[in-house]
């Protein structure tokens, strides 16, 4: 029915792609106007275009011109010019939507249209791309058209400085890691000072892969952390109880909901280990109240041993145990499992265990992105999640017709009774195809199952090239010269993102090692012949040894071969002892066990492909309904977190906060009265004392109430006038000696950090909450409901007592004799003891401010000289930062110092 509905009407996509038609011949009628034009003028277009916006022009008027400007300049740069279906594929992005384009259609130079076209506007772009290495290719690659259009191009990566950043962001157009944009964002809202911010409003993104950014990458939210309390000996002691459970008899394990736990049996044995190391009294249960933690780092140990397993989930490289993206195979250096769990798997290992860590600021990459004013996004694959990027991120998915007809021919899947018989096809396979010359690439899942696999053809004799997340520094070289004559690939995952695999090799990689003119020829004229033999040998062929959970994967993979039209082959080996098929089929064995299938014999069996179909189809529901689910709970934090980072974006550009800190008070007093005095009630039932104690603790200030109270004729409103009167009065006597421009540094910085400290606080309490509101549906009653409910009372708790500390601390305030003027020397912002970045998961950063852990530019200075001697985030007593062993009070905080700023202030 959907068939016959889309062939009357025609899809989405035929119908946007007919509507950006009339705009083709628009652009190809300028070609030659820009043809005719020199550099100098090529590059003044864009200050012309500018113009046209500043005078009112719509940005979609400028198509035409922009799309001409950007394609001639690409001719010049890159000697690339753009095909009609690339100019398509920007029209998509700059529309808002995402443009799926095969593999080798040239994405890359797509984005630079649309980027280019609202980078006019002079508010940035940003580019989104899945790793460094890639962001600063591409940052240097298109950065030549972008400079041949008088325009700025710059990347972020990790290891750069603040400055860098900030001169970074404030580019035409910016090319950057998902993770990157994020963290600076969450930053960029921990800083005490404008000067500090990096990032501008956030205009337009095009996203770069944008299936492994907004689907796969979704689910894990970006975490700013800093270290919790140690619990070393703990992870150890426990990691040595697990060896001695025995799985179906001590404890059950769930491989489909990635889930173990305790049996009774096991419960008794666990009891029985921890008391004996001294960890649970005698007369304890585990499932006491009290021992709940003993409970979740038992559960953490055994998840560790029993469902994460070295070089699959992944490697100990250096002494670190550093995690394997399941979808692209890298590794995530730096980011860590939360909960315990990695330092679990630390214990397991034998390596140094570090510290768990506490969340400081978080966001998840859904929301994240929906903070742009237009997003848009490109990939090969993503007309399988067409309905998730349409209802979560409201992005439609535009299929881009290729410029040649595909020509690669995906062949049924080939299914083997045992591993060990897929295993002698597979190489018998890549002998054949290496012998005629073709060259072939093997997608594994693991890197467990790459080594095994290129163990089985050195075995063979076939030369060949492992591509994995330990060889991911060679993996630029490898993967271009994949698609050479009987060249061997085996690559994980990581070979289907950001990369380009030519027939013959990589000719630009071969021209560099001529040594002269006469080589190069000669290189060129090899190339050539070489190209052609591949071609006539059948092209790249795509060779997959296990099924992915998800189908964007596989056919991510088979889009590797048949790139620009060129001839190629893909098909999948699969076994019955493969994970998936264990894991979704799991009687099939029973089945050819019955039928005494040989294991070097292939079966055909459509039961087989229909039962992978529908557990991929089922892994890609439940990972949707994951998403959801997340999404659901992170929409209550994200309605709070935009209130207090509009707050707080407020107060950071305030120049006067005199009459917010002034309602603060009253809001404070009223309160406090209505506590006191409670409207209607009797005076026997006044309570005079809580207000005594209220006034002493928030506004340092100790008032006769009592003695008030025993006038005939003072009653609850003469009260409150006392207080009232004696509350401004003693802050006005306190802020008199200060400047009107020092009182609201002071006021800023304390209103800021108070703020942070609370929210943090904040995000710790919503994160118990919501690890045991689950349990309420016992109770029928809905966990987001609940969720949502008291998250709100908590957020309404973090206000008033933000209200409350504010008003206590600047009532103590005191001007110190010689001290210097706060202006100039607003204090910087803390990292709270080196907060490490977490990315899905966790990223570490140094975990305190000791000697060699933080640089002077953490405080926003040049060297430890130029300190603010009062900076208040150094505790008089605490070492001193610049690392001399002598207590800050005694070296960079001392009291000459402090008198020598105050001179120069």
């Not at 100098?40 to 799309?67: C, H, N, Y």
Request: glycine share 6%.
């Amino acid at each position: 029915m959907l068939n016959f509905v889309s062939s009357l009407f025609g899809t989405p996509s035929t119908r946007f792609l007919k509507e950006m038609q009339p705009y083709l011949p628009k652009i190809a009628a300028l070609e030659a106007e820009m043809q005719a034009k020199t550099d100098e003028q090529l590059a003044a277009v864009t200050a012309e275009l500018r113009a046209q916006l500043d005078q009112g022009a719509k940005l979609d008027s400028l198509i035409p011109q922009a799309f001409a400007a950007v394609r001639e300049g690409a001719k010049r740069a890159l000697g690339l010019r753009a095909f009609d279906v690339q100019i398509l594929g920007g029209l998509s992005l700059h529309f808002g939507k995402i443009a799926e384009m095969k593999t080798g259609e040239g994405k890359t130079l797509v984005a630079t249209f649309a980027a280019y076209l609202n980078a006019l506007s002079g508010k940035g772009v940003h580019v989104v791309t899945v790793n460094d290495y890639l962001a600063k290719r591409d940052a240097a690659w298109m950065g030549q058209v972008f400079t041949q259009l008088g325009m700025t191009t710059a990347a972020i990566y990790h290891g750069q400085s603040p400055d860098e950043r900030k001169e970074a962001y404030a580019a035409d157009v910016t090319y950057a890691t998902n993770n990157e944009l994020g963290f600076d964002y969450l930053r960029d809202h921990m800083v005490l000072s404008p000067q500090q911010l990096v990032q501008r409003p956030l205009h337009y993104a095009i996203v770069d892969e944008v299936d492994s950014i907004l689907i796969d990458e979704a689910r894990t939210p970006l975490i700013i952390s800093g270290p919790s309390d140690d619990k070393t000996d703990l992870y150890i002691a426990i990691n040595d109880l697990i060896p001695s459970l025995k799985h179906g008899e001590d404890y059950e394990l769930d491989e489909k909901q990635r889930s173990a736990h305790l049996t009774e049996e096991g419960t008794d044995k666990a009891e029985a280990f921890l008391r004996a190391k001294s960890l649970l009294n005698e007369d304890d249960n585990l499932y006491d109240v009290h021992n709940i933690s003993l409970v979740h780092h038992v559960n953490q140990a055994l998840r560790a041993h029993t469902l994460f397993h070295k070089d699959a989930e992944y490697i100990v490289k250096d002494g670190e145990v550093v995690l394997i993206d399941e979808f692209t195979g890298r590794m995530m250096a730096g980011r860590r499992l939360s909960d315990g769990l990695h330092q679990a798997i630390e214990a397991k290992e034998g390596v140094d265990i570090k510290q768990e860590n506490q969340t400081l600021a978080s966001i998840t990459f859904q929301n994240y992105f929906r903070l742009y004013e237009k997003l848009s996004g490109m990939t090969g694959t993503a007309a399988t999640e067409a309905e998730e990027f349409e209802n979560i991120y409201r992005l439609p998915v535009m299929v881009i017709p290729t410029n040649n007809p595909v020509q690669r021919k995906d062949f049924a899947d080939i299914i083997y009774p045992s591993r060990k018989g897929k295993m002698k096809a597979i190489v018998k396979d890549i002998q054949e195809s290496q012998q005629k010359g073709q060259p072939v690439l093997v997608g594994t899942t693991t890197i467990e199952r790459s080594e095994e696999l290129s163990a089985a053809l050195t075995a063979a004799g076939i030369k060949h090239n492992v591509l994995n997340a330990r060889y991911h520094e060679q993996e630029a070289g490898i993967i271009s010269q994949a698609g050479r004559k009987g060249a061997v690939t085996i690559a994980t995952n990581m070979a289907g993102r950001g990369t380009d695999i030519k027939l013959g090799g990589n000719i630009d990689l071969l021209l560099a090692e001529a040594k002269d003119e006469a080589d190069a020829e000669r290189i060129r004229a090899a190339y050539k012949k070489e190209h052609e033999e591949v071609m006539a040998a059948g092209g790249l062929k795509v060779l997959g040894t296990e099924r992915h959970e998800s189908r964007r994967i596989d056919n991510q993979l088979r889009g590797r071969s048949g790139r620009q039209g060129d001839v190629g082959a893909s098909v999948f080996y699969l076994s019955m002892q493969d994970d998936l098929i264990k894991r979704f089929v799991p009687n099939i064995e029973g089945l050819l066990a019955r039928l005494n299938v040989p294991e070097d014999d292939a079966v055909q069996m459509g039961i087989v492909s229909k039962s992978i179909e529908n557990a991929q189809n089922k892994i890609e529901a439940l990972n949707f309904d994951l998403r959801k689910n997340i999404l659901k709970y992170d929409e209550v934090l994200n309605d709070q977190r935009k209130v207090v980072y509009d707050q707080r974006t407020t107060i950071l550009f305030s120049e006067d906060l005199n009459e917010t800190i002034l309602d603060f008070r009253a809001e404070i007093l009223d309160s406090l009265l209505q506590k006191a005095f409670p409207q209607g009630a009797l005076p026997e039932q006044w309570q005079p004392d809580v207000l005594t104690e209220g006034l002493s603790r928030i506004f340092n200030l100790t008032l006769p109430v009592e003695q008030w109270l025993k006038d005939a004729d003072v009653g609850a409103e003469s009260i409150a006038e006392h207080c009232h009167k004696a509350v401004e009065e003693s802050w006005k006597q306190r802020t008199e000696p200060f400047q009107p421009h020092v009182l609201n540094s002071i006021e800023k910085s304390v209103l800021l950090q108070t703020l942070d400290r609370l929210w943090r606080q904040h995000l710790q309490a919503l994160d118990m909450l919501r690890k045991g509101i689950g349990l309420r549906g016992y109770a029928q009653k809905d966990p987001l409901n609940e969720y949502a409910r008291e998250s709100y009372m908590l957020f309404e708790d973090l206000l008033a007592a933000t209200k409350q500390e504010t008003v206590s601390i600047l009532s103590r305030v005191q001007l110190v004799e010689d001290a210097p003027e706060p202006q100039g020397l607003t204090a910087q912002p803390t990292e709270m003891s080196g907060p490490s970045e977490q990315g899905p998961i966790t990223q570490d950063v140094p975990a305190s401010q000791q000697a060699g852990g933080i640089t002077p530019q953490a405080f926003g200075v040049a060297s430890w000289d130029d300190l603010n001697p009062l900076d208040g985030r150094i505790p008089r007593n605490a070492p001193c930062p610049c690392g001399s062993g002598e207590r800050f009070k005694a070296c960079h905080g001392s009291v000459a110092r402090i008198k020598s700023v105050s001179r120069a202030a």
